[in-house]
């Protein structure tokens, strides 16, 4: 019999608690937590000896539940259901006393932390498991086995999205998502994103090929999509509190994908494999519910690695654990501002230049136009288009999707401003300002005001998507021509939807002529 002791009292160990409940072979003997209260109804309800909830109040010192806890010499194995900025330091604190640890993901707050806990894990012998609960579901388990027998071939790409819309609880200021340290997108629904990506692609670092993102009041991530680059494949990793969208998890082969539903619990997937020739796709349907829930599976693996002594799960290892750290790390890295960041932005510009042999006329602002608009249906949102010759202000093409309204007009022409008035973009504008306060005289008065837009206050206009069109001079010189506002879409995916129209319309190739940068962390 594995004996558990549960670190924290919260919702999450309730659930757990349940789980564990029915797993065989596995008892929970011990709970603590801040509360004696708390800890006494929680002894209650899962039927843990009132001796062995342990609370800080009961114990009359901060931290000495959890202490306790630990010298507990009838705990063999703790769940670790603390807060994520404590998880470093009372996994290591676990470990240190003999106890094998299940720590609820993420294991840390970033890479550094991990490969501390991993350290630690190998030095002491002891069993060290991040809760990545996805990966023991019994659907899951049914996608890695499709994978493995190349179902779909080599896999070449991974793309996630793991998106909920909880706006409302974030504005109530009663959760810890918001709250720096503890909370942040990437940490909470990022690392089920990272898992997937981590488990199908093969060794190899992450690098930031293109990112998009909104910190939120508080400076934490409420919305992240970053491009990654790993091994030679490809991986995209979206997350967000600000909006819903369908959670799913896309492993891309050689000879098909899979698409798998709700990629944090699992049940239903979907595997489309092409036929001898190619075309139409066979599909078949994975539909496996939970053996009893979605903490279930991990429970009952951690029990039955204690049980047989086995020092780090196959399923999960430490070297896991750390890459999908790492993951969070480089994607994280698009969120700040650097003197790189401009200097990415100046060479977009730089690149992104007709030659002087080129007139920029009515044709190419039409061409220029029509290519905007075919790229902006790959995203989420409809947008407004607008080509201005700057040398008389004529608006040489204009369009807009049918869920804009007049005041993207408004919108697009305060963009326009902001790049006039300094010369580059408006995304520009906005990250120099972010960097070192450049530009604070036209962010202040840009950005003064109601807020609602209007023609003579063009409210927050210092944002993405005014991009100038320029010509090369006989004697090398840059001669602006022209301005491309994109509005609608946000993250700074105007300036993107302007930047690559300005590639293809040029011959050139996005993220290798011209450098891929979009991040609008705001």
């Known amino acids: 019999m594995v004996n558990w002791g549960i670190l924290g009292a919260g919702n999450i160990a309730h659930r757990f608690a349940r789980s564990l409940s029915r797993v065989e072979g596995a008892q929970l003997v011990a709970v603590s937590c801040r509360s004696a209260q708390k800890a006494a109804s929680f002894a209650q309800e899962f039927g843990v000896d009132v001796a062995r909830a342990y609370s800080d109040e009961a114990l009359g010192a901060p931290n000495a539940a959890h202490e306790a806890l630990l010298a507990d010499s009838q705990v063999d194995a703790i769940y670790l259901a603390l807060p994520h900025d404590l998880h470093h330091d009372w996994a290591i604190r676990a470990m240190r006393a003999g106890k094998a640890v299940l720590c609820e993901k993420p294991a840390c707050l970033n890479a550094q932390q991990v490969e501390d806990v991993a350290r630690v894990a190998r030095e ?20 890695r086995a499709a994978v493995d027998a190349g179902e779909i071939g080599a896999v070449t790409a991974v793309r996630t999205s793991l998106c909920n819309d909880m706006r409302d609880l974030l504005a109530s200021g009663k959760t810890y998502h918001s709250q720096p340290q503890v909370g942040g997108v990437l940490l909470d629904c990022g690392i089920y994103c990272a898992g997937v990506i981590d488990d199908f692609l093969p060794e190899g670092d992450a690098e930031l090929a293109g990112f998009a993102g909104i910190n939120g009041d508080q400076g934490v991530e409420t919305y992240v999509d970053a491009s990654l680059r790993i091994a030679g494949r490809t991986a995209t990793l ?79 290892p430490l070297t896991s654990s750390v890459r999908m750290a790492r993951i969070l790390d480089v994607a994280r890295t698009g969120l700040a501002v650097t003197p790189r960041s401009l200097a990415t932005l100046e060479a977009q510009e730089s690149a992104l230049r007709y030659p002087a042999w080129e007139h920029f006329d009515s044709s190419k602002a039409f061409e220029l136009g029509c290519i905007a608009m075919r790229l902006s249906t790959e995203y989420d949102r409809g947008v407004s288009i607008r080509v201005t010759r700057e040398s008389d202000g004529l608006v040489m093409f204009e369009w807009a999707a049918d869920d804009k309204a007049p005041r993207n007009q408004v919108f697009m022409e305060g963009k326009r401003q902001v790049s006039l008035e300094t010369g580059h973009s408006s995304l520009w504008a906005w990250v120099a300002h972010e960097l070192d306060g450049r530009c604070r005289d036209l962010f202040d008065r840009m950005t003064a005001g109601p807020a609602a837009a ?16 320029c010509a090369a001079t006989a004697d090398g010189r840059a001669e602006r021509v022209a301005t491309l506002t994109v509005s609608g879409l946000h993250e700074g995916r105007d300036h993107e939807v302007a930047v690559r129209a300005l590639t293809e319309a040029l011959n050139l190739r996005y993220g290798t002529d011209v450098p891929a940068y979009c991040s609008l962390a705001k």
Do not use: W
């Open 238 to 316: 979206e997350c967000a509190f600000d909006r819903a969208k369908p959670r799913t998890a896309t492993i891309e082969g050689t000879n098909g994908r899979i698409v798998l539903e709700e990629l944090h619990r699992p049940q239903r997937a979907t595997v489309y494999a092409f036929t001898p020739n190619g075309f139409p796709y066979q599909t078949r349907v994975i539909d496996l519910p939970y053996e009893v829930d979605d903490f279930f599976g991990e429970a009952d693996h951690f029990t039955r690695l204690v049980e047989a002594g086995t020092k780090e799960s196959p399923i999960v």
């Open 454 to 469: 209007t023609p003579e206050k063009p409210f927050a206009c210092v944002t993405a998507g005014a991009f100038p069109i």
């Open 124 to 143: 002491t012998g002891c069993l060290f498991m991040e809760g990545m609960k996805s990966r023991f579901t019994p659907a899951y388990r049914a996608v």
